[in-house]
């Protein structure tokens, strides 16, 4: 026994030296067969769960949910214990619930033109007369257009497309966010809205299946059609997109197409020590603040930012959204051919479902969400191939969570050249090439991995990681980098780096209000304008600012840095405002 | 609404690694405490963190993959039923939901009335052709899959939980509510019968010997 437990443990530390806990690295061998046999199974994956599959999951598991706190007034009160005198009303209800089920079997799975969808119709007209309350009704409403869609589809299983159950979803849904906002309940809106992403991408999954087994575009447009419609007039209840920074529709804005070097709409005022403002909400131009500080780099390359692409006078030929999948459910969503696109959404897929999405190819493409996927779902999203892009979305400025890419090389102006408002994930912004106007990188990208636009000449503002989350965040590699947040200006908690050697200037070179973790300002070069070479509002952890270099504007090191190893701008020219430690806060000398 | 959560809701299975990196940061606790007020926002996102543990779990443990999609559903609608009453403890949540796994994986079984034969060409559901590497991918998770079923149920657990989820010892203790010296001798016990149970087959023992062609 005493043999076995050494040898247990024994076991257990070369298991821990060669497979350590938490990690995902896997060794190749060891000479102990059973620590090869753990490295097998740490090794072997399962197939992954489909996302098709998942979703189906997730349905059935917020219908259970559904079923369980059916009503919000009641939540749990019918669950945790029934007061004597609903105990009658229970039985009685029992009955007739146990009767419903008697037929529901049978009625449940039955499609149009089967024996028994009367019933099945009978059953959900009850169901509806039943349910008392605004709240009760959406989530009945809700439940039936997604039998809607899974009639449809056992319909289409048979070879048959009718549009009429499909209207029939749409209705449903419709009825249901209409009941939603008459309720008034904030909770219940949000779960409407969760549920009718659910069943539009099931919806617009469903086309696709149609599409692909040969039914006629005839037949489907008119549906797509209506589906688009109810999506864009708000008659759904669909959560909000992230919103881009100032709707290019809202910007009065000149009508030529953006050109980098063309003085834009980003001369918004710099980040002020401190200051909440994330660029790409409050800090636009239509902003009441005023500027505090002249950045000495602004008049290198403010930009034609955001919005410059839907000003762009509509070119012959396209507009609209006329070649891409501008709301396209998940899958592979490819964009339209090679060619010059012109006009809102017309090459890439805007509002694409979770999948991999890949932007238009090679061409020319301009205006909003012209070249990437604007607001795609998580997934492998890929932007807009070589090219030269212009205006708003040349990435994925609104991907979920994912493998965004942005843009590829070339010439990419505007907002969007790369993953503006990603998700947690790899995000990485344009490659190497000109970028310019808002957005090179993943401005206000989730966790993850971000990596700002790649060495080229990047401007504007979010050449780095503006506004990211923690995790690992590099701001834009070598290059000239200018305008607002060549670094990670108000990157999360994690190893934030500063741009890295080349001419910076501009606001937000460094990582001016920085989380906690290791933060380290821009490398030797030569650097100017506010906040552009330290961590002026850093939080605790080890905090470098600038190297040698020359240094002048505000924030040369870490002003307002927190507790932690801060370390002020080395020797050099050091001028402006906070060359050193600043008011730092507990940093060693 | 905190934005990490939203995140979260937004994950798929293969992002688990992410995901897990973001769980930690996030509440845990106080999402279950959200979800047992009946937020169903709450309730995805936990369903968004932890569905794809609980499916690769299934997915050793079911005879088939059709089989480890159902019973993760069912692992979850029991999570959702059992929410009301489920008390917050200094054990994990995580641990909660594999203790419903491995109570629905038994209740299969026993419902099944066997512990089958894993079929190897009834979990190959796919249609297409696969690509070659996947193929082999496929046949030694079945494989693998085969040698595990022949283990007792705990064992499976242990092992899964250790080399698939790569927990701690001190974790899986917890999960298992059982001491580390007891842990560590059961891991001892698997690891000894998987490796004379794969050592049946001709190419994993080549492996098993650790040598390097």
């Known amino acids: 026994m005493t043999e076995h437990h050494s040898d247990a443990e024994r076991l257990a530390r070369r298991l821990d030296q060669a497979l350590p806990p938490g990690e995902t690295r896997v060794p190749q061998q060891s000479n102990d067969p059973r620590v090869n046999a ?27 949910h559904r079923g369980h706190f059916s009503d919000n007034g009641a939540r749990l009160t019918l669950r945790r214990r029934s007061p004597v005198v609903l105990r009658g009303l ?68 048979r070879g048959q497309f009718d549009a009429g159950v499909v209207n029939a979803a749409l209705n449903s849904l419709r009825v249901s966010a209409r009941k939603a906002r008459a309720s008034g309940d904030p909770g219940l809106i949000d779960e409407v809205q969760a549920q009718t992403v659910i069943v539009a991408s ?76 994330a660029p790409g909400d409050s800090c636009q131009p239509d902003s009441t603040a005023t500027p505090t500080l002249s950045p000495t780099g602004e008049g290198a390359s403010r930009q034609s930012g955001a919005g410059g692409g839907a000003d762009t006078p509509t070119p012959p030929g396209q507009q609209g959204n006329p070649s891409g999948n501008p709301n396209a459910g998940p899958g592979n969503n490819s964009g339209s051919p090679p060619g010059s696109n012109s006009g809102q959404g017309n090459s890439g897929n805007p509002n694409a479902g979770p999948g991999n999405n890949s932007g238009s190819p090679l061409g020319s493409n301009s205006g909003q969400g012209n070249s990437g996927n604007p607001n795609a779902g998580p997934g492998n999203n890929s932007g807009s191939p070589p090219g030269s892009n212009s205006g708003q979305g040349g990435g994925n400025p609104n991907a979920g969570p994912g493998n965004n890419s942005g843009s590829s090389p070339g010439s990419n102006s505007g907002q969007g050249g790369g993953n503006p408002n990603a998700g947690p994930g790899n995000n990485s912004g344009s490659p190497p090439g000109s970028n310019s106007g808002q957005g090179g990188g993943n401005p206000n990208a989730g966790p ?81 304008g506010q906040g552009n070479s330290g961590n002026p509002n850093a939080g605790p952890g080890n905090n470098s600012g600038s190297p040698p270099g020359s240094n002048s504007g505000q924030g040369g090191g870490n002003p307002n840095a927190g507790p932690g190893n801060n370390s002020g701008s080395p020797p050099g020219s050091n001028s402006g405002q906070g060359g050193g430690k600043g008011q730092g806060g507990n940093g060693n000398t | 609404m905190d934005l990490p959560l939203l995140f979260a809701a937004f994950f798929r299975p293969d992002e688990l690694a992410e995901a897990r990196k973001l769980a930690e940061a996030i509440d845990i606790q106080q999402l279950v405490q959200r979800a047992k007020a009946g937020d169903g926002e709450a309730v995805a996102i936990l369903y968004r963190l932890f569905s794809g543990a609980i499916y690769r779990y299934m997915a050793f443990r079911a005879p088939t993959l059709t089989d480890a999609e159902d019973l993760t559903a069912e692992v979850f609608i029991r999570m959702v039923e059992g929410l009301p009453s489920y008390q917050v403890t200094e054990v994990p949540f995580e641990a909660w939901l594999y203790r419903i796994a491995a109570v629905r994986v038994a209740d299969f079984y026993r419902q099944l009335g066997r512990r089958p034969e894993t079929d190897l060409t009834e979990t190959m559901i796919d249609d297409e052709p696969l690509p ?59 690891l000894n019968q998987l490796t004379t149970l794969l050592g049946a087959d001709q190419k994993i023992r080549h492996y098993l010997r650790g040598r390097r062609d």
């Open chain 1, 38 to 64: 753990a490295i097998l199974l740490a090794r072997t994956r399962p197939p992954a769960l489909s996302p098709e599959t998942d979703q189906r999951i997730l349905g059935l598991v917020m219908a259970a």
């Open chain 2, 132 to 190: 070659e590497e996947q193929i082999a991918q496929q046949q030694a998770f079945e494989a693998l899959r085969k040698a595990l079923h022949q283990l007792s149920d705990e064992y499976q657990t242990i092992l899964l939980l250790r080399f698939v989820e790569r927990k701690s010892h001190e974790e899986v203790a917890r999960i298992l509510n059982k001491s580390m010296t007891a842990v560590k001798s059961a891991q001892h016990r698997a």
């Open chain 1, 448 to 528: 993850g991995n971000n990596s700002g636009s790649s060495p080229g000449a990047n401007s504007g503002q979010g050449g780095g990681n503006p506004n990211a989350g923690p995790g690992n965040n590099s701001g834009s590699p070598p290059g000239s980098n200018s305008g607002q947040g060549g670094g990670n200006p108000n990157a999360g908690p994690g190893n934030n780096s500063g741009s890295p050697p080349g001419s910076n200037s501009g606001q937000g070179g460094g990582n001016p209000n920085a989380g906690s973790g290791n933060n380290s300002g821009l490398p030797p070069g030569s650097n100017s």
């Open chain 1, 202 to 277: 099931e919806f617009t999954g469903l086309l696709q299946q149609a599409s692909a087994r040969g039914v006629s575009t005839a037949d489907l447009q008119p549906v797509a059609k209506s589906l688009q419609m109810a999506v864009s007039d708000g008659t759904l209840l669909l959560p909000a997109p992230p919103e881009p920074t100032s709707p290019p529709t809202h910007t009065p804005g000149p009508t030529s197409q953006p050109q980098a070097g063309e003085p834009g709409q980003q001369d918004q005022p710099p980040i002020a020590a401190g200051s909440d403002c």
């Open chain 1, 90 to 157: 229970l039985a009685a209800c029992l009955v007739v619930v146990l009767l419903v089920a008697g037929l529901l079997p049978v009625s449940a799975a039955s499609v149009p033109g089967d024996l028994f969808y009367p019933v099945k119709q009978a059953l959900e007209r009850v169901e509806l007369a039943l349910a008392m309350t605004d709240a009760a009704q959406a989530q009945a409403h809700l439940r039936h257009a997604s039998r809607r869609i899974a009639e449809a589809r056992i319909l289409l299983d």
